[in-house]
């Protein structure tokens, strides 16, 4: 079945540092949206992205949608010890099944 | 206002018994979505409802698994005969509607010993 791949798996960084996760699919999707989950917690939704080529900003976050929508990708810049968790990429497949990605666990050092 | 609610936070059971969860969606959403979560895993889609209709039941594992949501507001998940395999986090989520964000529970931690 359609699956959304994510690189890396666990990224380590120092505080102020920037940290990027990629989404990647073989097939074209209709959206794509993106999670964080905090360790211990639910995942939360922070974005969602239509269009081929949006790119959308969150204060240090910025969103990608690759111009194919194959893709996507999630930017921090200076990272925060706030900023730890996992993020998951997240897409629907035809009618509302959503399928996500296995998550980028990020580790910030202060 | 509130949030998705799940009972119970957690359960243990022992092989071959049945357990059912509960998610009590956020007032107003009419879809419904649950999720098994797997230890350093993202979410795996079970089953989604549109009011008391269910939908899409393809990412039910097996028969041993189902789902209701009768009056289109509280949903149950019963597993049958648990196995061991069973043990994951059970989370629920709710939506507006079809495609809106989803708001996700807390969800049940499930351990069949």
């Known amino acids: 079945g359609q699956q959304v791949m994510q690189i890396p798996q666990y990224q380590h960084v120092q505080e102020g540092e920037d940290f990027t996760t990629y989404c990647n699919s073989s097939?074209?999707?209709?959206?794509i949206q993106w999670y964080k989950q905090r360790p211990g917690g639910h995942p939360v939704f922070l974005i969602q992205l239509v269009k081929s080529g949006e790119v959308k900003k969150q204060k240090r976050l910025t969103f990608q949608f690759g111009e194919a929508k194959k893709n996507s990708s999630l930017h921090i810049t200076a990272t925060q010890t706030t900023d730890v968790g996992t993020y998951f990429c997240a897409a629907y497949t035809g009618g509302f099944k959503t399928i996500f990605g296995a998550g980028t666990r990020l580790f910030v050092k202060a | 206002g509130a949030g998705v609610s799940q009972s119970p936070r957690y359960k243990v059971t022992k092989r071959g018994q049945d357990v059912a969860l509960r998610c009590d969606p956020i007032s107003g959403h009419v879809s419904l979505y649950w999720y098994r979560q797997a230890l350093g895993q993202g979410p795996e889609f079970l089953t989604y409802?549109?009011?008391?209709?269910?939908?899409?039941k393809s990412g039910l594992p097996n028969d041993r698994f189902s789902a209701e949501r009768p009056e289109g507001s509280i949903s149950t998940l019963t597993i049958q005969r648990t196995e061991q395999r069973d043990s994951a986090m059970y989370r629920c989520?709710?939506?507006?509607?079809?495609?809106?964000?989803?708001?996700f529970g807390p969800g049940t931690r499930l351990l069949v010993l």
């Open positions: 989520a709710s939506s507006l509607g079809g495609k809106e964000t989803q708001y």
């Open positions: 409802f549109n009011y008391e209709a269910q939908q899409d």
């Open positions: 097939t074209t999707l209709s959206n």
